[in-house]
């Protein structure tokens, strides 16, 4: 199994960024997904989470109404779009592979994360 | 909104010590807690899931264990690489951390 995020970087307050996970080793539409991220010294907070089919999708309060997550199937690929970035959006993302069942809500699998940079 | 709360937050240990980490749910919550471990500039590394089972791979000196609102994760003989954060974590909900470091 891999995860490998992509598409971090620095951009100022207010602009926009889509991050990528591009996954291999499992059968992706099996498995919902989810995006975590971690701001420099803090600790994990999540932040956005997807179905299978993508038909559902779950937000943070902190970022919801500014980020959309997506899933294409076909390419076996996560996207997180970031719109109307704020300084407080600064972190490192991760896109982290649900478990089966029986692994209750855990993550089992994830990416080695990308880092956003919101600065002016 | 249910939270989870770790302590000790930080813990000083020696090498061949008992670690307990607790992790209390603000109100009871099912045992599909995880547990996880991070070492600097890496990502989360699942230890433990539905509470009490250890993950494939991971060494038998983890363990888990509660349920309601109080968890345990007891590393039984700390090693020199076990010396990480460690994180609980339910849904869309993470501990806030325990950061175990060398006494």
């Known amino acids: 199994v891999q995860l490998l995020e992509s598409g971090g970087g620095l951009v100022q307050p207010g602009g926009s960024l889509r991050l990528s996970c591009t996954t291999s080793?499992?059968?992706?539409?099996?498995?919902?997904m989810t995006w975590v991220r971690q701001a420099p010294g803090k600790g994990l907070e999540w932040v956005s989470g997807?179905?299978?089919?993508?038909?559902?999708?779950y937000y943070a309060d902190s970022v919801k109404g500014r980020f959309t997550i997506s899933r294409d199937n076909s390419k076996n690929t996560l996207y997180l779009q970031m719109n109307s970035l704020r300084a407080e959006d600064t972190a490192v993302y991760y896109c982290?592979?649900?478990?089966?069942?029986?692994?209750?809500?855990?993550?089992?699998?994830w990416g080695q994360g990308t880092m956003v940079t919101v600065s002016s | 909104d249910i939270q989870l709360t770790q302590s000790p937050s930080f813990l000083s240990a020696s090498v061949g010590d008992r670690v307990t980490i607790t992790c209390r749910a603000s109100?009871?919550?099912?045992?599909?807690l995880a547990w996880y471990q991070q070492k600097p500039g890496k990502a989360p590394k699942l230890l433990i899931y539905?509470?009490?089972t250890l993950q494939s791979g991971v060494p038998s000196r983890f363990s888990g264990s509660g349920s309601g609102t109080e968890f345990t994760l007891t590393i039984s003989s700390l090693q020199p690489e076990d010396f990480a954060t460690y994180y609980c974590?339910?849904?869309?909900?993470f501990g806030g951390g325990t950061k175990v470091e060398i006494k």
């Open positions: 982290a592979k649900a478990g089966p069942p029986t692994f209750g809500s855990a993550f089992d699998f």
């Open positions: 997807i179905s299978t089919s993508g038909g559902s999708a």
């Open positions: 109100q009871g919550i099912n045992s599909y």
């Open positions: 539905a509470a009490s």
């Open positions: 974590q339910e849904l869309n909900r």
């Open positions: 080793g499992f059968i992706f539409s099996n498995y919902a």
